[in-house]
């Protein structure tokens, strides 16, 4: 009966168009990391839907250790608004030890690399035969796109305005792989949501030269004496 089984799935036209030959794949190595911000993947989804503020692409860059993601919104790839996100991310968290990326002309470029070897941080390209090798970046792309799509306007042309909101989401919330959240890998402690503010915590009206500094009326020099 087995024999007859076998003879009639090999003979059926929708079994063979549907089910795909056993291939045996290479064994996936994981790269390994031991600190915060050794090892970090950078990548852009895009073009999206271009908002009022011109963007049309996302730059993220995820921490391999923490899961932690950074994300901005450009109005175009070029090498030189990578470069100034790159720049960004050094002036909050310091210098990766190495960052993998693709190998197209928006990160293999003379500005790019010039950069990274100033300030000493490796360069690490995937190879086109191994695609998966930023397969973290990717989902990390998939999983901001999909959230956005949840809270975006009909027309889709307003994402940039969330995408801070939900990078958030994506740091403090536990990651499947490390049983944390980034928040918690990244600063040593859970981050403190506006909702769990109690009641009484006090809120003092600013003084008149916090006000002034912040709307940017800074005439009497405030912003020199706080420094």
């Known amino acids: ?11 059926c036209d929708v079994c063979q168009s549907v089910v795909k030959p056993l291939v045996a794949g290479r064994s996936l190595q ?6 915060v911000w050794e ?23 995820t921490d391999y250790f923490s899961k932690w993601v950074e994300g901005f919104a450009m109005k175009t790839k070029s090498a030189s608004e990578v470069s ?13 030890k190495r960052i993998l990326t693709g190998q197209g002309e928006d990160f293999a470029n003379e500005l790019n690399e010039g ?4 300030l000493r941080i490796k360069r690490s390209y ?6 998966r090798t930023k397969m973290l970046c990717q989902q990390t792309n998939r ?7 949840k809270i975006v306007n009909e027309k889709q042309n307003d994402w940039d305005v969330f995408l801070n909101g939900t990078l958030f989401s994506l740091r403090s919330k536990m990651h499947s ?11 040593g402690r859970e981050a403190v949501y506006p909702s769990e503010l109690t009641a009484d915590t006090p809120m003092n009206e600013p003084s008149e030269q916090v006000t002034d500094l912040c709307s940017g009326n800074d005439r009497g020099g405030t912003a020199g004496k706080l420094l």
């Open 143 to 149: 999983t901001i796109l999909r959230a956005l799509g």
């Open 30 to 35: 994981s790269i390994k990391v031991s600190a």
């Open 126 to 131: 995937v190879a086109a035969s191994h695609p």
């Open 177 to 187: 792989t490390t049983k944390c959240s980034p928040f918690l890998l990244m600063y």
């Open 84 to 96: 100034a996100c790159i720049c960004q991310v050094i002036y909050r968290h310091g210098c990766p």
């Open 1 to 11: 009966m087995s024999n007859d089984i076998k003879t009639w799935v090999l003979e």
């Open 115 to 118: 950069i990274c070897s100033i």
């Open 39 to 61: 090892f970090v993947g950078l990548d852009i989804s895009g073009r999206l839907p271009q908002t009022a503020q011109g963007n049309q692409y996302i730059v993220s860059l």
